[in-house]
């Protein structure tokens, strides 16, 4: 069954077979121009928290400093999301394309990709990729190398400045901010560092321009989204959308007709009930009518045969087991809610201790050092507050 | 650039250098925010999460110990969002904390305590997640206890352990709820590189990390009619011991120590100072001997530089990680352990004491000592040289377990015999103390003459800097020193293992000349050592440091050879420096250790 309404982009993912001249043609623009094309795009993060990507990029070259790296973030740990390897798998050049865009625009001789752990069997294709690629940046005349740094699954790793320190050699722990990456990052030295998705769209934007890509989608998120669909879905896989819909929509494509909620964003996003599909639009959160949502692109169905209770139990194991533990609200937060949603559970603790829990949550929003702490309550109180009888009964 | 950044705490407009933190900003006008990760000796964490304060129009909250003061920025620190985050921190930190404070070392002491106690923090909003956990205690050292239950993973200790000692001993392992401080494959502490210097335990808020404590069976020895108690008082215990008494740092209360000390009922209280110019003596010599056969008769075995061997932690530190240097060493035995042969020999017999029935005890600044006393070459005697090192800390918790009052008592004096000391004994309680002690002596026995300082102060090698260097021209030497004329003695040095490692480097690769490097393993020496007062910081060890030099001063004896219980052991007793019953007793030998 092939989704209906929604207009399915093959942007990302579309052959192209000019990657050299491409590459050749844009380094050899002039910096402020790329910076202001991607600007002009609208361009944001794909990687979780939607920072606008030719800002970062402009505010890393204007950062004093000689050594500056460009580090792509391959480590894809968010439960439900399988995007980052698709188009490593597909369209690598893309990405490495963007990386040598950024390395002339911001001064960098040197580049890694960091690769999730689990994913180790893309290595030596992604390596085969990447060793012709330095052939095309010699005859540009860009001196600039791209390493591959293998991560060793820790999802916290995934958060920029913990792979900073996992690349350096330390254990994996997210760092004080600021200082910001741009300033100071890998080597504490000025770096960008990118998802995957985001490094792609920009290829797509230096060939068909800014204009283009901001034609897609609305307001505060433009451009296309690759969306991981998985859970109670007869289409699970991985699909190109404009940003901008509806969920209404959205299940109406890829739901099995009992949807009853879809967890957008992965174990760190929003759990939407149907009641709000109508009123939810998929984009960053901004000026959207309605409640809009952060998103990863990780989009998890779920139908009625399905325990809410379950769900949240899982991603409370997953957090109580991926947070590094440095943190206070973190480390013994996560073991509070996960504790405390049990003990309800069987009775042991009376339904108010929910509140409780909620409040906990909404000071680990408030308190905790980086977006995995502060992330917990997206899901925490989104699931509990919809589905209350589930927790209980 | 702008001189200094304007930002208003508490609707009060404070004005401070940019970079400065909230915190530090907070704290410049006097208002105060609590924390328990942040620790002045250390770099900032920003992992406990209790000193988050609010900035006006800003969603979360912001740690003030980890985030800089920007132009304009208007920060609450008692607002009610911060009020219940704060309280929220510290019950989830309790929550996983073994909270049994009345069965607690720390109890009264503990930081997680006294802010638990301030935010009336009470029992029972979450779930006591300690049965869920699997938590032992390690208490196979001799120096140290770590208790993971009342760890609060505020990473102090893992901190101090690299920054301030370089060693990492302890770091943190696993994630999540597994997250703990460990050791190498989490192998008993006295299994691993750990040094015993005590540093995690003056650094560590709670009761995690803490002294073993020998107080019950120091009682118990002294309860006992039929055993004489011999207790000796390092240099840096009298100028410390007031703060945990209740007075500021940097009082000297030798006298009421000594007074307390009767009291308790020690049977003969003497002074470590004693042998620390005992040291002076055997160790200079040494260096003397070395320079001998280096310079005059090119005897390649002989190493140079010579090094310290007083601090224990930095004996062990080297044992560790540079075997092959071992013999830069000097083989004179710390002061402690010089004290504990000779009490249980020379003291003995002097007092008509039969050596088995003595029970010699040490209170030291350190925990390393603990260990130090245990190790099996410290048996000189015939008998175990010192039986029980307490620290500093464990001195004031019997003065008052034993209902004195302190501060009212009258001064008293050392016993005679092994109870009088020089100026130079004393400064050994501070970084640079011994080689200025050993200059003093080393100078007059080489030259005739007294070393050329004003006031005999060699003021380069004081002070808290991390590395210190100091060179001495020798001219016209006594004849018997002749091949010394014209030598410039070059010394160095270093306190905080973290120095000892940049400078232990430098002596393997041979690119430095020095002929005698003092190494002390804890920062601002003994003075600062593991077994002292908490809290601690540069300006507590700063006051300690002044209240030394000030003691010294007020010295009429200021030179090691110049003490006369000294010179009456050497005419009575050992003879002469270096000779056989100094090496028997005096002197020990060291053993290569692994990294694991
Ligand atoms: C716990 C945690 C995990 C993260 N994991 C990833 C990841 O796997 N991949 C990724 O691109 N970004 C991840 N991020 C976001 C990164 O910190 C960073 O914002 C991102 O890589 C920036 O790239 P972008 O601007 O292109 O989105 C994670 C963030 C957090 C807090
Ligand atoms: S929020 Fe969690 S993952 Fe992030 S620093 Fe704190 S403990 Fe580590
Ligand atoms: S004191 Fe600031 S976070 Fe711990």
Redesign the interface.
């Given at each position: 069954m092939a989704p209906r309404h929604l207009m399915r982009l093959d942007l990302i993912f579309k052959d192209e077979h000019d990657v050299a001249p491409l590459v050749r043609q844009t380094l050899a623009r002039g910096r402020d121009d790329i910076v202001n094309e991607l600007i002009a795009s609208g361009l944001k993060g794909r990687g979780g928290a939607g920072f606008p990507t030719g800002l970062k990029w402009k505010l890393t070259a204007d950062a004093p400093g000689d050594e500056k790296y460009v580090i792509c973030n391959a480590d894809e740990g968010e439960p439900g999301t399988f995007k980052d390897r698709e188009i490593l798998m597909r369209v690598p050049e893309k990405v490495l394309a963007g990386m040598a865009v950024c390395a002339k625009v911001i001064g960098a001789r040197q580049g890694f990709i960091y690769l999730r752990g689990e994913y180790r069997f893309l290595r030596a294709q992604l390596q085969q990729v990447i060793d012709g690629f330095h052939a095309v940046l010699d005859e540009a005349g860009l001196p600039f190398r791209i390493e591959i740094f293998m991560g060793s699954g820790a999802y916290i790793c995934g958060e920029e400045s913990a792979l900073f320190e996992s690349m350096e050699g330390q254990r994996g722990e997210p760092r004080n901010k600021p200082p910001y990456p741009t300033q100071c990052g890998f080597r504490n030295a000025p770096t960008v560092i990118n998802n995957v998705e985001t490094l792609a769209h920009t290829y797509s934007i230096f060939k068909y321009g800014a204009e283009k890509f901001r034609d897609l989608g609305v307001q505060d998120s433009r451009g296309s989204k690759v969306f991981s669909v998985s859970g109670d879905t007869p289409v699970p896989g991985i699909y190109e959308l404009e940003f901008g819909m509806t969920l209404q929509r959205f299940v109406e494509d890829f739901g099995d007709g009992d949807t009853k909620a879809v967890q957008v964003g992965g174990a760190s996003g929003f759990c939407v009930p149907r009641k709000r599909f109508e009123r939810t639009i998929i984009g960053y959160q901004g000026k959207l009518t309605g409640t809009s949502l952060p998103t990863g692109g990780s989009m998890m169905l779920f139908n009625s045969s399905r325990s809410m209770y379950n769900v949240l139990h899982n991603y409370l194991e997953f957090f109580v087991e991926e947070s590094c533990g440095q943190c206070t609200p973190c480390r013994v937060g996560t073991q509070q809610l996960l504790r405390g949603i049990e003990g309800v559970k069987r009775g042991e603790l009376s339904s108010a201790t929910l509140d409780a829990l909620l409040d906990l949550a909404e000071t680990m929003r408030l308190t905790a050092k980086c977006g995995l702490g502060q992330s917990v309550a997206n899901s925490f109180a989104s699931i509990v507050e919809n589905f209350r009888e589930e927790m209980i009964y | 650039m702008p001189h200094t950044v304007n930002c208003q705490i508490d609707h009060l407009s404070v004005n401070i250098q940019p970079g400065a933190t909230i915190l530090e900003a907070a704290r410049s006008i006097h208002i105060q925010i609590p924390t328990l990760c942040y620790h002045s000796d250390l770099c900032?964490?920003?992992?406990?999460?209790?000193c988050?304060v609010e900035q006006v129009g800003a969603?979360?909250?912001l740690?003030a110990c980890?985030?800089?003061v920007t132009e304009g920025m208007e920060i609450l620190t008692n607002s009610q969002?911060v009020r219940?985050?704060r309280k929220?921190?510290l019950e989830?930190?309790m929550?996983?904390h073994r909270s049994d404070c009345t069965h607690c070392y720390k109890n009264g002491r503990c930081e997680l305590q006294n802010l638990a106690s301030e935010y009336l923090v009470q029992d029972g909003?979450?779930?006591d997640?300690v049965p869920?956990k699997n938590y032992t205690i390690d208490d196979l050292s001799p120096s140290i206890i770590k208790d993971d239950a009342k760890c609060?993973?505020c990473?102090r200790c893992v901190r101090t352990c690299a920054e301030i000692q370089a060693v990492s001993a302890l770091a943190?392992a696993?994630?999540?709820?597994?997250?703990k401080i460990s050791t190498f494959f989490d192998l008993p502490m006295a299994e691993v590189v750990c040094t015993n210097c005590g540093q995690c335990v003056t650094h560590c808020p709670t009761g995690a990390l803490v002294e073993k404590n020998y107080i019950d069976a120091v009682w118990q020895a002294m309860d006992d009619d039929a055993r004489h108690v011999v207790v000796q008082t390092a240099p840096a215990v009298r100028i410390a011991l007031g703060e945990a008494l209740g007075l500021e740092p940097g009082q000297i209360v030798t006298g009421k120590m000594v007074a307390a000390l009767r009291r308790l009922g020690f049977d003969s209280v003497l002074d470590t100072d004693f042998s620390a110019d005992l040291t002076i003596i055997e160790e200079g010599h040494e260096l003397l001997q070395r320079l001998r056969e280096v310079i005059r008769d090119k005897n390649p075995q002989v190493k140079l530089p010579m090094t310290t061997s007083c601090s224990p932690g930095w004996i062990k530190f080297l044992e560790h990680l540079y075997p092959d240097l071992l013999p830069h060493l000097s083989t004179a035995k710390s002061p402690q352990q010089m004290f504990g042969a000779l009490a249980k020999t020379y003291y003995a017999r002097r007092i008509g004491m039969d050596a088995k029935n003595m029970v010699s005890v040490s209170v030291m600044p350190c925990t390393a000592k603990k260990f130090e006393a245990a190790r099996p070459e410290m048996c000189a005697s015939g008998f175990r040289d010192v039986d029980y090192v307490l620290t500093t800390r464990e001195l004031a918790m019997m003065i008052r377990q034993a209902g004195i009052d302190f501060l009212s008592l009258p001064d008293d004096e050392f016993d005679s015999i092994m109870g009088q000391s020089s100026g130079a004994g004393v400064i050994f309680g501070a970084t640079g103390g011994v080689m200025e002690a050993a200059l003093r002596t080393v100078y007059e026995v080489v030259t005739g003459r007294e070393v050329p300082f004003d006031g005999l102060n060699i003021v380069p090698v004081r002070g808290l800097e991390q590395v210190k260097e100091a060179a001495l021209t020798i001219s016209s030497p006594l004849p018997e020193w002749g091949f010394l004329d014209g030598v410039t003695l070059k010394t160095c040095v270093v306190h905080g293992l973290a120095g000892a490692r940049e400078v232990m480097k430098k002596v393997a690769d041979g690119s430095c000349d020095y002929h005698f490097i003092e190494i002390m393993a804890c920062p601002g020496g003994c003075l600062g050592g593991g077994g002292q007062p908490m809290p601690v910081s540069d300006h507590v060890r700063e006051m300690r440091a002044r209240a030394i030099y000030r003691d010294d001063a007020g010295k009429a004896i200021r030179k090691s050879h110049e003490n006369p219980d000294v010179v009456k052991l050497y005419e009575d007793f050992l003879k002469e420096p270096l000779g056989h019953l100094s090496h028997q007793l005096l002197h020990t030998h060291y053993v290569a250790r692994k990294r694991y």
């Open positions: - | 900032v964490a920003g992992n406990c999460r209790l988050m969603d979360r909250l740690p980890a985030t800089p969002k219940h985050a929220v921190m989830l930190l929550s996983e909003r979450f779930i997640l869920f609060i993973r990473q943190v696993h994630k999540g709820a597994e997250m």
